[in-house]
């Protein structure tokens, strides 16, 4: 008998897409009986006013019914479609996933990663994605030109080696290559529909009454709510007829396209460690993830277990794949934290901005101290009457007490007068207004030392560091990838600076308190020349930082990121 050649990635999809029309027919009948429930409950509540034969005359029932089928074959095949064209990019944008860098070095072995076991698999094309997410956790979805994506999130991205890395993207290849993909992205997307609908009510039903307005909505709200809710549970069951048993097929095939099970084992260990938080997460993805994101619970077994956990237990699947190489599932365990260690052991030493200067730093030189005096003509009239000063113009429109009926002096003239009735203070505000710089040769210059900064990399992320006083200009993009990954550790001093701050903000939280209060003037940035503000780094992490709000720059002064990290990396 002639032996049947397996099927190539287009044959799986289109038996795939064949098999995907039972969930049109579920969806038929879903709706069939929801609609059908509810004219049911009209016709008893109508009762009381048409007459019982009229009700239950033959015309009327039939008539009935064809409206029941009518209007669940339009909704079924609107919501089918509404999850086929536009699923997989609904999840891409609620998770926030974004494509990889490649000017940032982890974002870049990710991609060369895929491409990589790409052209091993023999897909024709694979889309990466990232989350910035601290979580580790990764997916696949197939758009709706039946384009595969993988994405991972930046905490996998930090913690993985490039063998762990290669088995994730393997295990997600594998899931593509079975069709798995189709299906599930398919039967997740089914819940958006509701989801969509449960979004386009909650700003009206968040929006502000008068009172006298009188609350109304309540009934329809409730049973969108009660429809997300049963529609959930359903795909979420559907999802589990094969989700538990196809994770560990996925694991069996990505092994013979990483040949590396121990990695894969480690992977998917690390990845339950630290996998929740994955981006405005939804309950119905979890058979989308590599684990799954709510994870509490998911180790147990048993009738319940099997009917609503979507991946099987996790000592399970170590154990099989420990099987593999003969090895008891402990010993993997172990592996694990010893690399952790030897991660940790591994980190480059980072020192302050006072340790550096003790130990030889540069100062700024004679003659770029003398050129910013020189520059230094304006004095500042406070509320007390005195003048403050000297400073330079830049300084003048930056300080705290300054508008433009201030009164204001240039001492190199000796002319008092109200800031606006100097020509070059109206000039240097109007440029700011339209965000440019007061002088173009401080474009790309530290707003502290005003020497030149330097494109360089912190922990793989691409940064403009002054060489000077340290500090650091980072896109407001690339902090979480900073703030996830750890390649630096911290001396002793850095460490005993944060604990000082620490113990200092948790006096008083609510103070906009710089770590070093020399740096706590106002600066213009140094990207696009606008006021960049003092705000908290982030909700979670209230440190103040300088923000600008118009090219989305941090700047961050000596030992700031640092502290950041330590504090961050304490929790």
């Known amino acids: 008998m002639k032996k049947r050649l397996p099927l190539n990635f287009y044959e799986v999809q289109r038996k795939q897409k064949r098999k995907s029309f039972f ?17 049911l409950v009209c016709i008893v509540s109508f009762g009381l006013i048409l007459s019982k034969e009229t009700l239950l005359s033959g015309v009327f029932l039939r008539k009935l019914l064809v409206f029941d089928v009518a209007l669940s074959i339009i909704i079924a095949s609107f919501h089918y479609l509404d999850a086929r064209k536009f699923g997989a990019s609904f999840i891409l944008k609620r998770l926030d996933a974004q494509l990889p860098d490649l000017s940032d070095r982890y974002h870049k072995r990710f991609a060369n990663t895929v491409d990589e076991i790409r052209i091993a698999s023999g897909l024709p094309k694979v889309i990466p994605y990232v989350i910035p997410s601290y979580a580790i956790n990764s997916m696949a979805v197939i758009s709706a030109d039946d384009t595969p994506n993988v994405i991972v999130t930046e905490g996998l991205l930090a913690e993985f080696t490039r063998d762990e890395l290669q088995a994730v993207i393997s295990h997600e290849l594998a899931h593509i290559l079975r069709g798995d993909t189709f299906y599930i992205t398919l039967v997740c997307s089914l819940a958006n529909f509701f989801e969509k609908i449960r979004q386009a009510i909650e700003p009206e039903s968040h929006a502000p009454r008068h009172p006298s307005q009188a609350e109304g909505g309540g009934v329809p709200h409730l049973l969108i709510y009660i429809a997300v809710f049963f529609s959930n549970m359903i795909m979420r069951l559907l999802s589990t007829l094969i989700s538990r048993q196809r994770e560990i097929l996925a694991d ?3 092994v013979e396209l990483s040949r590396n099970p121990k990695a894969l084992a480690r992977a998917i260990y690390k990845a339950h460690l630290k996998n929740s938080f994955v981006g405005d997460f939804n309950v119905t993805y979890s058979p989308l993830f590599i684990v799954p994101p709510e994870s509490v619970g998911s180790d147990s077994e048993g009738f319940f277990a099997n009917l609503f956990n979507t991946h099987p237990p996790l000592m399970k699947r170590i154990r099989l794949l420990a099987s593999m190489l ?21 980190r480059t030493l980072v020192s302050s901005l006072e340790e550096a200067i003790q130990t030889g730093g540069s100062a700024v030189s004679s003659a770029e101290e003398k050129v910013r005096q020189e520059e230094k003509v304006w004095a500042l009239r406070d509320q007390q009457g005195k003048w403050q000063g000297p400073h330079s113009l830049e300084e003048l429109l930056l300080a705290r007490s300054f508008y433009p009926y201030v009164l204001v002096k240039n001492m190199q003239e000796g002319i008092e007068a109200r800031a606006k009735e100097f020509p070059q203070i109206r000039e240097a505000m109007l440029r700011i207004g339209k965000k440019k710089f007061l002088d173009p040769a401080k474009q790309n210059k530290c707003p502290r030392c005003q020497i030149t900064l330097v494109d360089s990399y912190y922990e793989g992320v691409p940064v403009k560091i002054c060489s000077q006083c340290g500090g650091k200009l980072v896109s407001s993009t690339f902090k979480e990838r900073i703030i996830t990954r750890k390649e630096v550790k911290f001396s002793e001093y850095l460490m005993n600076k944060a604990h000082d701050f620490k113990q200092q ?37 209230i440190i103040p930082v300088d923000k600008c709000f118009s090219c989305q720059k941090i700047w961050f002064d000596a030992d700031e990121l640092e502290v950041l990290q330590i504090l961050i990396e304490g929790r």
């Open 252 to 254: 069996a095939a990505a």
């Open 326 to 346: 003969r090895i008891r599932p402990a010993r993997i365990i172990q592996e694990v934290w010893e690399i952790q260690k030897k991660r940790e052991q591994a």
């Open 505 to 541: 903000f948790m006096e008083n939280p609510a103070l906009m308190r710089k770590i070093s209060l020399q740096t706590s003037e106002r600066i213009l940035c140094p990207g696009c020349g606008s006021r960049m503000l003092l705000r908290p780094y982030s909700l979670h992490y």
């Open 23 to 39: 969930l049109l027919l579920f969806l038929f009948l879903f709706y069939f009986l929801a609609i059908g429930l509810i004219s």
